[in-house]
């Protein structure tokens, strides 16, 4: 009999904490992704989806607990080095500049080329090629945003609220390039608070932090 040893899973958050300002933000996250996952964060205001994310992306450090890539610790300065290629960012804040061929330049910077003409087709942004982005509205930024983040192309996509101020048409878009990525076999997060569907995704759902006080929503029950 042969035992098979089960596949190591791309990322394993292994009993992660983070604080900040000496306050608990995340206690004992447990979560492994493997290649083709999708991982759709939800919680209140100030759960600390962001949070995940920036810790995620190393901006900031868990506090207890773990973060492995390929089995090894993404605080590790080598290890760091190659795992910050792996990732894609895309927040609220959105830095863009100037013109939309800033999709082209972050191409570049990447020593990549040749999808970003595609990249904004495909997010509708085809006739806008020639404008200034400061023209554009927060939808189109966000589809810009979009474009930018097909063009790069990495494997891990950390998305904060990617739909916010996206139409119907654009929320659509965004499903379908998370599915083709995963479909490729690349690993999504999503924090947000709007529904986006996402087939097969695991959910994990941060508990409020602070005991409510009543709010005027309550009053309006
Ligand atoms: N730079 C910071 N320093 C200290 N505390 C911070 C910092 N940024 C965020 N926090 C705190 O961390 C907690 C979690 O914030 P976070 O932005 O992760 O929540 P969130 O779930 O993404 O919220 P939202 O749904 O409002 O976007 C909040 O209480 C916030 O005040």
Redesign the pocket.
């Known amino acids: 009999m042969s035992l098979r040893k089960a596949p190591l899973p791309r990322l394993l958050l292994n009993n992660v904490s983070c604080m900040?300002?000496a306050?608990t933000?995340?206690k004992n996250i447990n979560v492994s992704v493997h290649d083709g996952s999708a991982l759709v964060?939800t919680?209140?205001?100030?759960?600390?989806?962001?949070?995940?994310?920036?810790m995620l992306a190393g901006f900031?450090r868990p506090s207890a607990g773990e973060i492995l890539w390929n089995g090894h610790d993404i605080t590790q300065s080598g290890v760091f080095q190659q795992y910050k290629l792996q990732l894609n960012w895309l927040s609220?804040k959105d830095a863009i500049k100037d013109k939309l061929n800033n999709v082209q330049w972050f191409e570049l910077l990447e020593g990549k080329s040749g999808k970003a003409m595609d990249s904004l087709e495909l997010m509708g942004l085809g006739r806008l090629i020639n404008e200034k982005a400061r023209m554009l509205s927060m939808g189109q930024r966000k589809r810009l945003q979009l474009a930018r983040l097909l063009a790069i192309d990495r494997p891990i996509w950390l998305l904060?609220?990617p739909s916010v101020a996206l139409d119907a048409d654009g929320t659509r878009l965004l499903e379908y390039i998370i599915s083709e990525h995963r479909n490729k076999g690349g690993i999504v997060f999503v924090?947000t608070?709007l529904p986006i569907e996402i087939r097969d995704s695991m959910c994990l759902r941060?508990p409020q932090?602070?005991p409510r006080r009543k709010t005027m929503v309550d009053l309006l029950d």
């Open positions: 900040r300002n306050q933000i995340l964060l919680g209140a205001n100030g759960a600390g989806k962001s949070t995940f994310l920036r900031s609220l904060d609220e924090a608070h941060l932090r602070f």
